[in-house]
């Protein structure tokens, strides 16, 4: 009689582990969700759902390498933290995977690498350093292996500005998500790169005077940030060499595989990649007033 209790005993506590798995709802086509959405098409298309305030990123290139990043197109007129209009970023090597139901943006290790021929080697090191996930983006749509997957949190999450001013003594801050919304008009897809910006808010109870200064209600901070989705270049770059002797900024990483007797530190020299047919072009503010727009250019082409 014992044993027979066990027995029912167990059976109530598999009960649940044991009860059929629950259907999920099939995933609506691309074409069922963006009904009535107008597409940008480039690198990376999107659509913009202006009733649900969602911008949906179309991927159809799984595990291909791209740059991504993502700066600030307004400043927050600070002379610390250096929060300055035109800010960059800093482009990391990424890619998408799909896990089920997200996408999720992967940016590799660069800084530590191996530049071995063999491919075990290589591996080795990979699977030495971490990547980071920057986000899991829900996937809302597919049709074969194109998805559409929202990309709102990735594109209207604080990307530092609070811990910035923190560290720099400005008070502490904090995100505030429901105030961070997309900013559509200097937004778009071309063919190697996707540009989208962002209304970012951060705000604090006990900023400082000087943050306070620059706030027109004293404690709310709205910057425009700036994300880049970027074709790799073509093949064919060559990289060279850092020489000390010549004032090129250096970029570091360390090569893993590198023979004994030679270091593992690297330094390439950051440089342009220029042809004829590819100028670099340069652009001047068209907020420049004169006589100091002239002044600049005459400066620039000298």
Known sequence: MTIRRAFIALAVLLAPTLAPAQKTEPLPSIA??????????GFLPFYWDAR?????????????????????ASGAGLLEPTLDRGETGTLG??????????????????ENRGESADAEQRRV?????????????PVVAESGETVLAD????????????????????????????RSVLSLDRTGAFPRNTEIEAQVTVVSEDPSPAAASVLPDGRTMTLRVHHTFLALPDPGFVPRALD??????????RDHT???DRPLERYLASRWRVDATHPIVYYLDRGIPEPERSAMREAALW
């Open 125 to 137: 090191v990979a699977e030495s350093f971490p990547t980071s996930i920057l986000a899991a983006l």
């Open 151 to 178: 990309a709102t949190d990735l594109l209207v999450r604080d990307t530092g500005i609070a811990t910035r001013l923190k560290k720099a003594k400005q008070g502490e801050w904090r995100a505030d998500p429901a």
């Open 52 to 72: 649900r305030g969602a911008l949906l990123v179309e991927i159809s290139r799984w595990n291909e390498d791209f740059l991504y990043g993502a700066g600030l």
């Open 258 to 260: 590198a023979a004994f």
């Open 93 to 110: 090597l990424c890619h998408f995977e799909r896990i089920g139901p997200r996408a999720l943006l992967v940016q590799k290790q660069t």
């Open 244 to 253: 000390p002797r010549i004032g090129f900024i250096p970029l570091f990483y």
């Open 32 to 41: 069922e969700r963006a009904s009535g959405l107008a597409r940008r098409d």
